[in-house]
């Protein structure tokens, strides 16, 4: 398993920066360019156990995912996991806190490959990948709940 860590810091309260979270046509707003993103749920309420269903293309590839929400601990954390994706496993850790009145995003991310030995070989590229992608998902929640106020 690998686990890949992302913070940052965002002048919101924990409340709003939880509820923009839990808002799914938001994902379209911090999605990087590169990615075209098509929700197939409509109407999503967000809950323990409810499941979302999106499609994500990049380099003109779609992936199919099919994400439930394990966990939903208002406002504190919201915990997502794949039932179906490009991924062996994939578990998304949402955490929100305060931290000197601001509040701290802390996105964690445990994902195994699949095709076992050539699947660990690309978990490097994959990381880097992420890094990329939750660079700009921080950067864009930061521009847009920052300039609310």
Avoid at 5 to 14: A, L
Avoid at 56 to 71: A, G, R
Avoid at 124 to 137: G, H, Q, S, V
Wanted: proline residues 5%.
């Amino acid at each position: 398993m690998v686990t890949f860590i992302k913070k940052s810091f965002i002048n919101c309260s924990i409340e709003q920066l939880f509820d923009f979270h839990l808002n799914t046509q938001n994902l379209t707003k911090i999605t990087p360019n590169d990615i075209k993103l098509n929700l197939l749920t409509h109407n999503f309420t967000p809950k323990q156990s409810a499941t979302l269903e999106i499609i994500s293309t990049k380099y003109f590839i779609p992936t199919y995912w099919k994400i439930e929400i394990e966990k939903l601990d208002r406002p504190n954390i919201l915990v997502d996991k794949a039932l179906k994706s490009p991924f062996k496993s994939w578990v998304h850790e949402h955490k929100f806190e305060n931290v000197d009145g601001k509040t701290q995003l802390i996105d964690i991310i445990k994902f195994e490959m699949p095709f076992g030995i050539f699947g660990k070989l690309l978990a490097p590229l994959i990381k880097k990948d992420l890094e990329k992608m939750f660079t700009f998902r921080h950067t864009q929640t930061k521009e847009i709940l920052e300039s609310k106020d």
